[in-house]
Each structure stands twice: as structure tokens, then as C-alpha cells.
T-cell receptor
Framework: GQSLEQPSEVTAVEGAIVQINCTYQTSGFYGLSWYQQHDGGAPTFLSYNALDGLEETGRFSSFLSRSDSYGYLLLQELQMKDSASYFCAVRSQAGYSTLTFGKGTMLLVSP | NAGVTQTPKFQVLKTGQSMTLQCAQDMNHNSMYWYRQDPGMGLRLIYYSASEGTTDKGEVPNGYNVSRLNKREFSLRLESAAPSQTSVYFC??????????????FGPGTRLTVL
């Protein structure tokens, strides 16, 4: 089976840096994605890592270590609007684009 | 472009009633997906369609059926609704295929309550 573990909640203050970790156990691995979901809204794509290392997109970065089955999402210069749930998701089937999602991490940013 | 659209936005059903959730995308994507989201459970895949003419079960298919009507439309049917199917349902689409990013684009969701 597939399982992904991420913290249920993280809190931080505006302007800070926060890291959301994700560990996974899957029968196959073809990439780790991160999605953001604001309360009541639809998930939206943030980043994708297929190879080891760091990918940077503006204030957000994502890291992957395939040997450790581990990744993280790094959010810098936190803003109030970053308060949301963040999901890691693994693509585990060759030839298919289906994703298995973690249960999500709720990030609360305070002034 | 509207992206991914879903109807209805809200629905209340009684146990045993049936209904169909509609989803359409205008991005010419090959793959489409249905998820349910329950508090604390993340997104769980119900069914997906890798390409027009194909459908496959996901993690939680029991109690549901799907139809890939054409490349644009992918519907989810509850034949006999149960309270356990109270959830938020999201449709998504992606380019599909064996490689690459395959970012999934999500619709706004349908909030379903079964009494």
C-alpha cells in the first residue's frame, strides 16, 4: 500500500520561514508534488520534484531525497495569505498520472 | 478559459436517493479524476480516467460509478446514497501520459450531505 506522513498542524509568524515535512512509503515512486488549499477552496499546484534536490519557485521551495523517502516544502517570508492546508502527493504508478495524497498540514500564520 | 467546472456546488440527499455529479474541463486534458475529501483524511481518489474511453478504480470506489462522456466531461454517480458518502467531492484534470509533471487542476468542489 501507499502511505504519506506529514504533520497535522504548523504555526508561524509573518515574515518567518517554515518547513513542512513529508515522508512516504509507496510501492513505486515517480515524483513528489505539493498542493495548497485555502479553507473552502480547491487545491492548487505548488511544486513537483522527480529528482533529488531543491526546486525553487519564488518564496516557495521543495526538496526531495529519494533514498530517504522524504521531502519538504519550505515557505519563506511568510504572509498571512499563506495560512492554508498543504498536501504532499506521490505519483507511484508508471504510465499513469494518478496521485496519492497525504492528509495535509494546516499552516497558521499569525501577525 | 473556465478550467474545471463542477455542478452542483451544494446538494442535500436523503439516504437511498441517487444523483450524478457533473464535471467538465476546457483545457483539452486527457486525464480526469474524482476525489472525495473528508476532514482529516486528505484527498482520496475514487475513480479516474486516464484517457477518453477508459476508467479505472481508485482508492475508494465502492458506492460510486463514473462515465467519461467525452474528452471534456467526466461524471460521478451515486446510485443509492448513504450518510458515509457525505463529503466534499473534487473533480480534477491533467494532461496525462507516462512522463512529466502532470499537474492536476481542480474544480471548485461539490459539497454533498446525505441525511
Amino acid at each position: 500500500g501507499q502511505s504519506l506522513e506529514q504533520p497535522s498542524e504548523v504555526t508561524a509568524v509573518e515574515g518567518a520561514i517554515v518547513q513542512i515535512n513529508c515522508t512516504y512509503q509507496t510501492s513505486g515512486f515517480y515524483g513528489l508534488s505539493w498542493y495548497q488549499q485555502h479553507d473552502g477552496g480547491a487545491p492548487t499546484f505548488l511544486s513537483y520534484n522527480a529528482l533529488d534536490g531543491l526546486e525553487e519557485t519564488g518564496r516557495f521551495s521543495s526538496f526531495l531525497s529519494r533514498s530517504d523517502s522524504y521531502g519538504y516544502l519550505l515557505l519563506q517570508e511568510l504572509q498571512m495569505k499563506d495560512s492554508a492546508s498543504y498536501f504532499c502527493a506521490v505519483r507511484s504508478q508508471a504510465g499513469y498520472s494518478t496521485l496519492t495524497f497525504g492528509k495535509g498540514t494546516m499552516l497558521l500564520v499569525s501577525p | 478559459n473556465a478550467g474545471v467546472t463542477q455542478t452542483p456546488k451544494f446538494q442535500v440527499l436523503k439516504t437511498g436517493q441517487s444523483m450524478t455529479l457533473q464535471c467538465a474541463q476546457d483545457m483539452n486534458h486527457n486525464s480526469m479524476y474524482w476525489y472525495r475529501q473528508d476532514p482529516g483524511m486528505g484527498l482520496r481518489l475514487i475513480y479516474y480516467s486516464a484517457s477518453e474511453g477508459t476508467t479505472d478504480k481508485g482508492e475508494v470506489p465502492n458506492g460510486y460509478n463514473v462515465s467519461r462522456l467525452n474528452k471534456r466531461e467526466f461524471s460521478l454517480r451515486l446510485e443509492s446514497a448513504a450518510p458515509s458518502q457525505t463529503s466534499v467531492y473534487f473533480c480534477a484534470s491533467s494532461e496525462g501520459g507516462a512522463g512529466g509533471l502532470n499537474e492536476q487542476f481542480f474544480g471548485p468542489g461539490t459539497r454533498l450531505t446525505v441525511l
